[in-house]
């Protein structure tokens, strides 16, 4: 099996390659490698030709990705196609999103521009009632498959690649639209789409019946996988740890293919008993007719019947069982790799071999490695493949030395999921739930057992009778609401472990001994030894000194700004509410946070009321409180967002401290009345709504200055640079006004400031075209090192405690920067040495730190 393993490795790596190499030189390469190897016939040769002929399917792979997605330079352009809808519709009251199955592509004003046939992602803003099946000619603008890149938070982009996609679009010119034909079953058109069409139905009927809220929407996760609607309650089931139970994982593949398995197996003995039977009524037949003509030996000689073999019925049924619900499901990513599984196993049961639960781990490894080289790319891939080994090495054989461990291994398996996977969740999604285990205990049985079965039967009679099918759905309903009722018992503000903030990658690793150690064959008191190193560790090691880190996350057109001391977190803006299903506070923001260790923001600022600056703050209080909040003039959340605190109104002169760190309101001014000039730069005035409202945030350590402006034009730069708040001092960071447009960064503004780093937060080949080619011109006339998140993805930038770095500063320049800096924060001499100085900058940024070929 150590061969797999190496074919699986080989392939897995190419998805984190910075680059691809040409698929026929590796090629040449690998044909040279396999001669030299036939040749001197090397030791362990399998290990290394099996490594490279993984990285040759990957490469291969690769390449097949690259030719089918959308060429750069058409990246942006206007097409006219025609194709499929083959998924279901996931709509809402702005847009609706769909799978379309584009079977002719044309590029607008150019008739002879052809295209191969390609999976799209398409949304169409404020569209009519679309259905599965419908064939339409459309007119869209098209873009390569691209995503956000933050540490912590979900990779659209690889998702979009792993589900197929070449190309993501919206639909132009709507009225232009023209449906080419109506969605009809088993029409002979595109066979995708009957799966599509068939959840549909299903999702149409379970939406008409008569069940709770919280019971449809369970219902459609199970059933045809649409966990849409469970975004509500996500964070919910995430600090219980039961999301793989209400929505279609392997668990829910497996059962299926169990059952499937029962049926086909008592339907065997069905057949067997029935051809019996069949050949006792034969045999007496036979008696009373032609009795007298044979004796008794060739009467039974003459009936003999072929016992039929029918050991292929069992694994046969459940295999089919188990693709008809991946196929209800919409063939997902996670339902694809536990068919696999499935695969394996009856493959193993037709060729009458006895394959070990671990052997068939690694052929199920190595098939989805074939299949899918990409699934390295998704943490459930690795989430998914521990738990099932764990499980596997936890009821193994060499597990039961100890019988009172033995006896209890059931309830312990889930301690031991709790402490194996604490390392890999923590790395994965930043928390754990340490109530899991308890949940699990008695969701597992409850609904693997009572909900699961009651939906799918109800799906297996829709076609047969309405009525009996909405009466399982009704079973089904009642269970869910059963188990919510316990849940409810449970504590609904705990449930998660964050990591401590500034935890290193030895500590995270060291985590895995306890877990380790546990599953070893040893007595109770034993398996905790693993324990000891990690405490250990905890205790001798230091906390990595950083002095300030901002870091102005990879959010499109809007903006969020994480600022963090070595104790506390601050957030500037929260980005947008893209969808009811996606909001940067929860998918980025939140992710983020936890990956960096913090549990709770201590102060948020939301600069002003726009929605790409403000609309994000919603989602992020359910997931992860602030302690302070400060907004500018005009953001008004409800009380239910607030949950009960209070709100400061952000006003010029207003200064707090963190340790050295010093942050200070700049503007708008308290004082100035709301639109009290028309023309505010003209006039030495700006109006305190709008942009111009923006909360305008300085913030020092020792020599270093960073300016957090939102979203501020012209007048509000105006009388910003005649408060006399800004001094003369060269700003380090600045976060481009407005995102870089041209009715900002004026030049007598950027050359006042002359920052060292602009960073603009802007959009990916956005309608608004930020930053302005005039704006960034400004930049480089003051020598300014520009950044930009559509370009870099995140950028963190970070200055270090660093005391060599204070002593090779001259006594002089230590005078008198120690002069300015006392009278400016008020620093008393005794307390504070005035000569400390920055550290060393360092600069990293997401798509620098996660270059990959694919994106």
């Known amino acids: 099996m150590s061969y797999l393993i190496m074919l699986s490795l080989g392939v897995f790596s190419v998805a984190w390659w910075p680059w691809l190499p040409s698929f026929w030189v590796s090629l040449g390469l690998f044909i040279v490698l396999l001669s030299v190897c036939a040749f001197f016939r090397l030791r362990g040769s399998i290990w290394l030709v099996s490594l490279s002929a993984g990285m040759l399917w990957g490469i291969f792979y690769g390449h097949q990705i690259l030719n089918k997605s959308l060429p750069e330079q058409f990246s942006g352009e206007e097409f006219l196609i025609s194709g499929r809808i083959i998924s279901l519709v996931d709509s809402n009251s702005a847009r609706s999103r769909f799978s379309f199955a584009a079977e002719s592509m044309q590029l607008m004003g150019d008739t002879d521009s052809q295209f191969a046939p390609r999976d799209i992602l398409l949304s169409w803003y404020a569209a009519e009632t679309l259905h599965p099946g419908q064939r339409w000619q459309l007119v869209v603008r098209l873009r390569r498959p691209r995503g956000f890149v933050n540490p912590g938070a979900f990779d659209y982009q690889s998702w979009l690649l792993q589900q197929g996609y070449s190309a993501t ?40 019946a008569e069940l ?62 029935a051809i019996g039977l069949l050949r006792s009524l034969l045999r007496a037949l036979l008696r009373v007719l032609l ?11 003459a009936l003999q019947l072929p016992s039929p073999s029918l050991h292929w019925l069992p694994p046969i049924s459940g295999l089919l069982a188990a693709a008809a619900y991946s196929l209800l499901a919409g063939f997902s990513l996670p339902t694809q790799r536990a068919l696999i599984a499935v695969v394996v196993v009856v493959l193993a049961k037709l060729c009458f071999r006895r394959i070990q639960p671990f052997v068939c781990l690694v052929w199920a490894l190595t098939l989805i490695a074939l299949l899918q080289p990409l699934a390295v790319l998704s943490a459930g891939f690795w989430l998914s493949f521990t738990a099932v080994a764990i499980l596997i090495a936890w009821f193994s054989p060499w597990q ?34 340490w109530l899991a285990p308890l949940v699990n205990l008695v969701a597992v049985p409850w609904v693997s057992l009572v909900t699961v079965p009651t939906v799918l039967l109800g799906c297996l009679l829709l076609p047969i009778s309405t009525n009996t099918a909405e009466t399982m759905w009704k079973v089904s309903d009642w269970s869910v609401q059963l188990l919510w009722q316990f849940l409810d018992l449970l504590p609904s503000n705990q449930g998660f472990l964050v990591s401590p903030a500034g935890t290193s990658s030895l500590i995270l690793l060291t985590g895995l001994l306890p877990g380790l150690c546990f599953m070893l064959p040893w007595k109770f008191y034993e398996r905790w030894l693993g324990i000891l190193p990690l405490v250990l560790l905890l205790v001798l090691s230091e906390k990595p000194k950083f002095g300030l880190r901002v870091t102005v996350l990879d959010v499109g057109q809007g903006l969020a700004v994480v600022v963090e001391t070595d104790q506390r977190s601050l957030l500037y803006d929260s980005g947008a509410q893209f969808s009811p299903a996606f909001s940067v506070g929860s998918g980025i923001i939140a992710p983020f946070l936890w990956q960096r260790g913090w549990r709770a923001i201590d102060t948020t600022v939301i600069s ?93 350590w020792r020599d270093i200055q960073v300016l957090l402006p939102g979203d501020i034009e012209s007048a509000a730069e105006y009388q910003l640079l005649h408060s006399g708040r800004l001094n003369s001092a060269r700003m380090d960071l600045l976060i481009a006004p407005h995102h870089g447009s041209k009715t900002s960064s004026t030049p007598r503004f950027v050359q ?9 937060s802007a959009g990916f080949q956005h309608q608004f075209g930020h930053p302005h080619p005039s704006v960034t011109k400004r930049y480089n006339a003051v020598q300014s090192q520009i950044w930009n998140t559509a370009e870099q993805g995140a950028i963190t ?55 990959r070929w694919w994106r």
């Not at 006896?407 to 928390?431: D, E, I, S, W």
């Open 400 to 433: 039961s030395t100890d019988p009172w461990w033995a006896k209890k291994r059931t309830v312990t398996a889930q301690l031991a999921l709790l402490l194996v996977m604490a390392v890999p969740l923590l790395l994965f999604m930043g928390r754990l739930s």
């Open 291 to 301: 009795g007298s003509l044979f004796n008794r030996q060739l009467s039974h000689c």
């Open 212 to 273: 709770s809220p919280r019971g449809r929407t369970v219902l459609l996760a199970l059933s045809i996988g649409d966990k849409r609607q469970l975004a509500s309650w996500w964070q919910d089931l995430t600090r219980l740890g039961i999301v793989h139970l209400l929505v279609i994982s392997g668990l829910h593949i497996g059962l299926v293919a169990l059952f499937g398995a029962a049926c086909g197996k008592g339907l065997a003995r069905l057949m067997i008993l």
């Open 169 to 208: 679009s919206y639909v132009r010119s709507p009225e232009l639209a023209r449906q080419l034909s109506e969605a009809r079953l088993f029409s002979g058109g595109h066979i995708a789409s009957v799966p599509a069409q068939l959840r549909a139905t299903i999702q149409q009927s379970i939406e008409q």
């Open 608 to 700: 002003h009321e726009d929605g790409d600056h403000s609309g994000g703050f919603a989602a992020l209080q359910k997931v992860l409180p602030s302690g302070k909040i400060i907004t500018g003039p005009g953001v008004d959340y409800p009380e239910a967002v607030l949950q009960g605190q209070t709100v400061e109104i952000c006003a010029a002169g207003t200064r707090w401290r963190w340790g050295e760190v010093l942050f200070e309101v700049l503007s708008p001014e308290p004082e100035v009345e709301p639109n009290a000039y028309a023309e505010g730069a003209s006039q030495g005035g700006f109006a305190v709504s709008g942009n111009n409202s923006s909360c305008v945030l300085r913030i020092r």
């Open 752 to 760: 006042q400031l002359r920052p060292k780093n602009v960073v603009f």
């Open 797 to 851: 930038f970070e200055w270090l405690d660093s005391s060599e770095a204070t002593r090779q500063h001259s006594r002089q320049h230590s005078r008198q920067h120690c002069r300015q800096y006392s009278i400016e924060h008020s620093i008393e001499h005794s307390k504070e040495p005035c000569k400390k100085l920055a550290g060393a900058l360092k600069i990293t940024t997401a798509r620098g730190q996660a270059q």
